[in-house]
């Protein structure tokens, strides 16, 4: 199939027709909401960039062993503060981070209720970078944006290494990261080698894949924080160059034939007859870039980009087209790309940390609804450098009537499917949702050992089909961000009941929801997309029923009532009641 000539043979599904809905007053406050976030967020966003660089300066200029001592001394810290905890008296244990601080759209309504807080905001530390051993020992609260500062210019990187600025190590590893490496590496969490993790009882175990805690080592992914803290982990590095080169391809046609056009961009398709796995491999490897993108920009165009590392020499021949997206004034990254559907296929390098933080200053393209106008040449270049806002800005200057109204009429979802549906998601998110552009990012879900709440489709491996190996199965997340058509033509839209078709879906297809969105599932459906086996078994074993929150209890979307409260408690001092066989050793 030619990239840029697909022949339409299949019509894309109509959006759902609905009833034009009445202005009210919060419509007009969200359409004015660019005036707090110009002459508040932004400018109180650069201090605090501004600090943040400080803050790391000093770190960085600290001595191995005092960052390593500080480690420790923080870490007693915890111990004593969950030794501090009376069950009979205190609420169920959670981060003391305030609400508004976590990355995400979700309220975090079980900070609103009564908890027992413990304080990590002392583990911001880059521990020690390993060039022999190849891994970077970090704490949880290190962010992309701090890490990828100290290990560019060393030419090395984070296996995956997640596009957005601000996204922490801790958060990336309990719930899930992902970025245009993960076809090749995986989630986030697969690249971790170990993690330090404080447990209810206040022991400090070190987590791999083959010693005695390898059970813990598999529970923490998407476990939210709710089996232990995680204090402080080894990721694994790879070299790098100072260079990506990277070729946008423009591609048309219905949503299968974009899904199927962006499948073919990084993996070969399945050969029935391919007799040696490992051969097939070899070859597919061969042929793999080294970052995978796509962009969805409308039901019948998209862009495709792959990457490949490059040397300075390489890119700096005669020829050659270096684009510096990490100026601020350039374009934002997503409204260059689109430039292909016109330009045609072309190729150009980008230094590579500025490709790696590319969709950083526009938040992907969600600062086009905050302020309208940022994208415009004379704001880049008069204010660019002011942006992104801090989205901890943003959620405190939003109020609960805005806050309420973007549940409603507003799309954050990161979903997780197989590679073979990426269509089907497509064309269902074209009907009940319509937001564009879709982000599309390639990874591979591992076969694990154990029970993991995520896990692939059984008999993956029997049946490979584009992308598949025989120890992981090809996903996708496809990223639905933005206001649906519905809400921008004024129309009726009920953001909680598309959510909940699009949360059945993924469930009745073996799809996953990012836990940073709003959720709508309810309990039970809950434990159908993710599976609770292994997870409950680590609860029980490492005591944390009834010291930490649940999985679910976290996730559950609006206020918790004090009997929702006192019911958690209740249940989770009933589970702490069962023992495990092997909880006592």
């Not at 050969?271 to 870039?289: G, I, L, T």
């Not at 990254?333 to 230094?351: H, K, S």
């Amino acid at each position: 199939m030619a990239a840029d000539s697909v022949a339409t043979t299949t019509t894309t599904p109509r959006p759902v027709v609905r009833p034009k809905r009445k202005k009210a007053l919060v419509d007009y406050l969200v359409t004015f909401r660019w005036i707090p976030a110009i002459f508040v967020a932004l400018p109180l966003s650069a201090l605090i960039y501004f600090c943040i660089y400080i803050g790391g300066m000093l770190s960085s200029m600290k001595p191995e062993e005092r960052r390593r001592r500080e480690h420790e001394e923080n870490g007693h810290k915890v111990v004593r503060r969950l030794k501090q905890r009376d069950p009979k008296k205190d609420g169920l244990v959670c981060t003391a981070r305030k609400p508004w601080v976590v990355v995400g759209m979700r309220n975090v309504d079980y900070k609103r209720a009564r908890r027992f807080e413990v304080d990590l905001s002392a583990f911001h530390n880059i521990l020690e970078i390993d060039t022999e051993r190849m891994v970077a020992r970090v704490e949880p609260l290190v962010s992309m944006g701090q890490i990828t500062k100290v290990t560019c210019p060393m030419n090395l990187s984070l296996a995956v290494a997640p596009e957005f600025d601000d996204l922490t190590v801790g958060g990336l590893i309990n719930s899930y990261g992902i970025s245009g490496s993960s076809h090749i590496y995986g989630l986030f969490s697969d690249t971790v080698v170990s993690m330090e993790v404080v447990l209810a009882d206040g022991r400090v175990v070190r987590a791999t894949k083959d010693n005695e805690h390898s059970d813990l080592f598999y529970a923490m992914p998407w476990s939210q924080g709710t089996i232990g803290f995680l204090v402080a982990a080894e990721i694994k590095l790879i070299r790098i160059k100072e260079y990506m080169r990277l070729t946008y391809t423009p591609v048309r046609g219905t949503l299968k034939e974009i899904a199927q056009a962006y499948a073919d961009s990084f993996a070969a398709r399945a050969d029935a007859d391919a007799a040696d796995d490992s051969k097939k491999e070899n070859h597919q490897r061969q042929q793999v870039p080294d970052f995978v993108e796509g962009m969805v920009y409308s039901p019948s165009e998209g862009v495709m980009m792959t990457g490949v590392y490059a040397t300075a020499e390489e890119a700096k021949k005669k020829g050659n087209r270096i684009n510096r997206v990490g100026w601020w004034f350039k374009p934002w990254f997503y409204q260059y790309a689109q430039t292909a559907l016109q330009r045609g296929e072309f190729v150009e390098y980008i230094p590579t940390r500025e490709y790696y933080h590319r969709h950083t200053r526009s938040l992907y393209w969600e600062a086009k609804l905050i302020i309208p106008f940022a994208d415009q040449f004379w704001f880049r270049f008069l204010l660019g450098w002011l942006m992104p806002p801090k989205i901890t800005l943003l959620k405190i200057t939003q109020g609960e009537a805005i806050r309420n109204y973007y549940h409603d009429n507003h799309v954050i979802q990161d979903v997780l499917v197989p590679l073979h549906k990426v269509g089907e998601v497509l064309e269902f998110g074209h009907r009940e949702l319509e937001v564009y552009p879709v982000w599309l990012c390639p990874h591979r879900l591992f076969k694990a050992p154990v029970k993991a709440m995520v896990q692939p489709e059984a008999g993956f491996e029997q049946h490979p089909r584009q992308g598949d190996s025989s120890y992981a199965q090809m996903y996708t997340d496809v990223g639905f961000y933005y206001a649906p058509g519905a809400v921008l033509r004024g129309e009726e839209f009920d953001g909680a009941e598309a959510v909940r078709k699009l949360e059945q879906w993924l469930i009745a297809n073996h799809g996953f929801q990012a836990q940073y969105a709003v959720s709508e599932l309810s309990e039970k459906d809950f434990w159908r997309m993710f599976d609770p086996s292994h997870y409950d078994h680590c609860r029980r074993k490492y005591g944390a029923a009834g010291t930490f929150m649940s999985n679910y209890y976290k996730s559950k979307k609006g206020r918790k009532t004090d009997k929702e409260v006192r019911d958690a408690e209740a249940e989770a001092e009933a589970a702490a009641a069962i023992v495990e066989p092997d909880a006592a050793e």
